[in-house]
Structure formats: structure tokens, C-alpha cells
Nanobody, 124 residues
């Protein structure tokens, strides 16, 4: 019912910034909790950030807190991840996810829809 498409990734130098976008189509996701996750080839998909579909309350994994900001623009049906002071260890494929429920979660298993992922590469 919902399609998600990430954009805004690329190759950047450590210490620089990127803004990822996740455009939703097919349905309005205003009331949906949304999340960002990332994955490297040899590791499990890990939680990065999430935002409630009700109050807009956010949560972050410890390694990105203070550097990344998750936000949403309901008018555009789009989710964002502002990434500042990027580190080499942030290199991964980043995925956006949507849950057909208002409550946010750090668990990938509760999300119903996923984007195809977008590469973020940070060089030293």
C-alpha cells in the first residue's frame, strides 16, 4: 500500500553533511511511525532513528545522537535524515521504513514498508 524511495546519498568526506530523503507514495503516511536503519555487508541491519506518527517524538541510537536529526514533512509525505559530522563508520546502505501505527520503534520487525536503500559512503 505504501512505497518508499530514498534519495540524497552519496560519497562525502568525514566531517561533512548529507540529508537523506524518503518519499512515500501510494498512501498518506502522516499517522505512521517512521524509521531510518542502516546496514553494511557483514553486519545486521541496525536502528538509526525513528519518529512517532502522533506527537513527532524522536529517538536515536547512541552512536548518532547529537549528529543526526530525523524529521518529517507531512505536506510532502516525506521523511528526512539530516546527517552532520559524518564519520567513516557511518558508511552503510540506509533504509527508510514506515509502520502502519503511530508508535515509534527501534525494532525492524514492526515496520510494514521499506525502501530499497541508498548508499552513504564517508571517506577519511
Amino acid at each position: 500500500q505504501v512505497q518508499l524511495a530514498e534519495s540524497g546519498g552519496g560519497l562525502v568526506q568525514a566531517g561533512s553533511s548529507l540529508r537523506l530523503s524518503c518519499a512515500a507514495s501510494g498512501r498518506t503516511i502522516t499517522g505512521n511511525a517512521m524509521g531510518w536503519f542502516r546496514q553494511t555487508p557483514g553486519k545486521e541491519r541496525e536502528f538509526v532513528a525513528c519518529i512517532s506518527g502522533s506527537s513527532g517524538t524522536t529517538d536515536y541510537t547512541a552512536s548518532v545522537k547529537g549528529r543526526f536529526t530525523i524529521s518529517r514533512d507531512n505536506a510532502k509525505n516525506t521523511l528526512y535524515l539530516q546527517m552532520n559530522n559524518l564519520k567513516v563508520e557511518d558508511t552503510a546502505v540506509y533504509y527508510c521504513a514506515s509502520r502502519t501505527y503511530w508508535a515509534r520503534s527501534s525494532s525492524p520487525s514492526v515496520y510494514d514498508y521499506w525502501g530499497q536503500g541508498i548508499q552513504v559512503t564517508v571517506s577519511s
